[in-house]
């Protein structure tokens, strides 16, 4: 297990997240070490070795900036990547020098040594869940959104609540794909962050299948979509996420630095919080409309994409906690006080949707004070999954109506029955 001592005790001491989105984008330096590179390493070659001229001679394509190199004083970390040449020769990989990140000396392309079995389970489950939005029929949402079924404060919340959401999501798979994948040495990993992104994409579909079963023309679609980039407290919570990925895209380290590994945690923490607690938060809003008879076939959508989330934050902690387990070095003090601030930051950004999106303290069912504890909740239950002290004095879940609508067995959706869940599908934290 992993060994979480010297907790933070102390609220004060949290570092303000006060990052910029620079928006020069560099390319993450991998130092584009091969198999066949590895392979004239010394074998006992510490991440910490500085550059030696030897190297210097090599032909890896990070000799094309030198005059970068030698300025920065850059040290090589030759980290196993899929940008690495195949080599002629190379051994097969072994499981013990095989890492979750920072793999050295093995190619990253084989299914086998199975380092980590759980993972793969990961991918199967994921796999047997997979659904499509256009099976979920949308003629009585179309009906009630045509005839003025919602309140003009709940049509608000859901406008800004999909257009937030669709934005959201296109984050998700953007930040894999920028940021975490070539980063991730363990093909398990990589084979299930591929399998997650293609479920990303088809949430977004979801999303604008929902607005086209409504019967909005592209200008009615648009109004909604565009919201995120009107509303300030959509925008914070988009840009707050895209600065971890940006930090990570642009930074200057190498691969396997310390100080690229911290970023790169930043970055799957803030989006572990995407996944667990800003989607459920954002799924909550629709699912309190459902409660009262509206957009029932929206919230069946919802529902789909909630136990895809579930899932995503599984595997999103269990990244977290097996880069901690590999790098205990990475999980200081200080970090672990920047992971409660980015935490308690994410309440923060969560309140400030909730008050934008339903600016007369809520709808029928769902208060802005319920919506601001379930937050501070799902933040302690972070905190807790992650070793940290609490944030919140909150023990009670303030909406437990919500798990009527937390998906465990699957719907057909021709025969409206409810049939016994896939084995091996099992949503609950392990
Ligand atoms: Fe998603
Ligand atoms: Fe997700």
């Known amino acids: 297990m992993l060994d979480f001592d010297e907790p933070s005790n102390s609220e004060e001491s949290l570092l303000l997240h006060k990052l910029s989105i620079s928006p020069s984008k560099k390319t993450h330096k991998n130092n584009g070490f091969s198999n066949a590179v ?39 970390f030759p980290v196993s990547s899929s940008l690495s040449p195949v080599s002629i020769g190379a051994r097969r990989p072994d499981a013990s020098a095989v890492k979750i990140i920072g ?96 479920e990303e994409a088809n949430h977004i579909e979801s999303y604008f299948f929902i607005l086209e079963s409504f019967g909005l023309d592209v200008e009615g679609q648009g109004q909604i979509f565009n919201l995120y980039q009107q509303v300030p407290e959509l925008t914070a919570k988009l840009n707050w996420n895209l600065t971890f990925t940006n930090n990570v895209v642009n930074c200057d380290a190498p691969l396997g630095s310390r100080e690229a590994n911290r970023a790169l945690l930043e970055d799957l923490i803030s989006y572990y919080i995407f996944e667990y607690l800003f989607f459920p938060l954002g799924f909550s ?42 790098n205990p070095e990475l999980w200081d003090k200080a970090m672990r006080e920047r992971a409660r601030a980015i935490i308690n930051e994410a309440v923060a950004l969560e309140t400030n949707f909730g008050k934008a ?15 601001t504890s379930y937050a501070r909740l799902m933040a302690n239950n972070i905190c807790q999954a992650l070793g940290l ?12 109506w919500l798990s009527e609508y937390e998906m465990k067995q699957e719907v057909n959706f021709f025969e409206g029955r409810v049939r016994d869940y896939r084995v091996g599908s099992d949503l609950k934290w392990e």
């Open 38 to 76: 590895d392979a004239r390493q010394n074998t006992d070659y510490k991440v910490s070795k500085p550059m030696t001229s030897a190297s210097k001679t090599d032909t890896s394509p990070i000799m094309a900036e030198p005059e970068l190199m030698e300025e920065k004083k850059r040290f090589i």
């Open 285 to 326: 809003q629709v699912f309190a409309l459902a409660r009262q008879g509206k957009l029932r076939n929206t919230a069946q959508q919802y529902q789909y994409i909630w136990r895809d989330e579930n899932l995503h934050a599984i595997n999103g902690r269990w990244l977290i906690r097996q880069i901690i387990k590999e």
């Open 103 to 198: 793999g050295q000396g093995y190619d990253v392309r084989q299914p086998i040594p199975l380092k980590y079995p759980n993972i793969r389970q990961h991918f199967l489950n994921a796999r047997n869940n997979f659904w499509t939005p256009n099976d979920i029929a949308m003629g009585d949402d179309k009906m009630q959104w045509n005839t003025g079924k919602l309140t003009e404060e709940e049509a608000w919340m859901f406008k800004c609540n999909i257009s937030y959401l669709t934005a959201s999501d296109n984050l998700v798979p953007d930040n894999l794909d920028n940021a975490i994948l070539a980063q991730i040495t363990a093909n398990e990993m990589r084979q299930y962050l591929r399998w997650q992104m293609a």
């Open 389 to 400: 002290d609490l944030l919140f004095d909150i023990k009670e879940h303030p909406m437990p």
């Open 357 to 371: 999106t339903m600016p007369n303290g809520g709808i029928p069912g769902l208060s802005i004070n319920s919506y």
